[in-house]
């Protein structure tokens, strides 16, 4: 079996994923503000927290294969650490917070609950009288 050499690296992976998260972007926000759906345009502002924390891990990689210089000694190979808990932040704290927003903006109030309610008992009763038998 031959070995072959992967030239995937980091930087690779990370500028993919950044020209991705573009295009996710745009399409997203075309549908988003073309339809109005509330759902793309979550969609939209996840796609933008994505392409933050990409960012932020381009930097990281970017910065951290700098040369060991006089203040830095050992080199800056730990600042990808840094700049990798910065995209975790954003893409827990920033996706968690899009998400819970268009949540709790689409709440049905409890009239709109108690007809949804009523017709989901009625459609479950009609299903089980109808396929009952067959079961």
């Known amino acids: 079996m031959s070995k072959m050499k992967s030239n995937l690296t980091s930087k690779k992976v990370v500028l993919t994923s950044f020209f991705v998260d573009t295009l996710d972007i745009i399409f997203n926000g075309a549908i988003a503000f073309s339809t109005g759906s509330s759902i793309m345009l979550a969609e939209f502002l996840q796609g933008l927290a994505d ?22 000694s050992f080199g800056y190979g730990r600042e990808l650490y840094f700049w990798s808990l910065c995209s975790a932040i954003i893409m827990f704290a920033g996706t968690a917070t899009l998400s819970f927003y268009f949540v709790t903006g689409n709440l049905p109030t409890q009239n709109q609950f108690r007809i949804t309610f009523w017709r989901i008992l009625f459609y479950r009763s009609v299903s089980s009288l109808i396929f009952m038998p067959y079961f």
């Open 51 to 72: 392409l933050v924390t990409v960012a932020f891990l381009y930097i990281g990689i970017k910065r951290s294969v700098k040369r060991a210089d006089r203040e830095h």
